[in-house]
């Protein structure tokens, strides 16, 4: 796998300042690398704020590259609700963009996307 996709709740972290977040994002970013997000994530985090707050998470999420959901996504996501159930469409989404484009999904979703998961990088919890 190379390269790294970001989950909402690391983006929100982020947002909000949490440093361990912003350390993972230049993790990613940092020999070159791009740091990426599903659609789904901007649409998640764009859904969350507000006036300026939201002005702010639109340019934070300039930084990112931007997966769309496109048919081979859609396809891998619904996939994935196949084998697994209880994910939820917005979940499956955000996995099927990392592992259609060969990425670690960044998360601390430990509840959808478990620890020993591969693919998948927890870097902390809270």
């Known amino acids: 796998m190379s390269g790294f996709t970001f989950d909402s709740n690391i983006v929100i972290d982020a947002l909000a300042g949490f440093e361990p977040a912003l350390t993972e994002i230049r993790r990613a970013s940092n020999d070159g690398g791009r740091a990426w997000l599903s659609r789904m994530v901007w649409i998640e985090v764009m859904s969350k704020g507000?006036?300026?707050?939201?002005?702010?998470a639109e340019h934070f999420m300039t930084g990112?590259?931007?997966?769309d959901i496109?048919?081979?996504?859609?396809?891998?996501a619904a996939a994935l609700r196949r084998e697994r159930p209880r994910l939820k469409s917005p979940d499956a989404v955000i996995l099927a963009s990392a592992q259609i484009h060969g990425r670690v999904l960044v998360t601390r979703n430990i509840k959808d996307f478990?620890?020993?998961m591969p693919g998948v990088r927890v870097p902390y919890l809270l």
Not at 70 to 76: H, L, S
């Open 50 to 56: 507000i006036g300026n707050r939201l002005k702010s």
């Open 64 to 67: 990112f590259g931007i997966d």
């Open 70 to 76: 496109d048919a081979e996504i859609a396809a891998r």
């Open 114 to 116: 478990p620890v020993n």
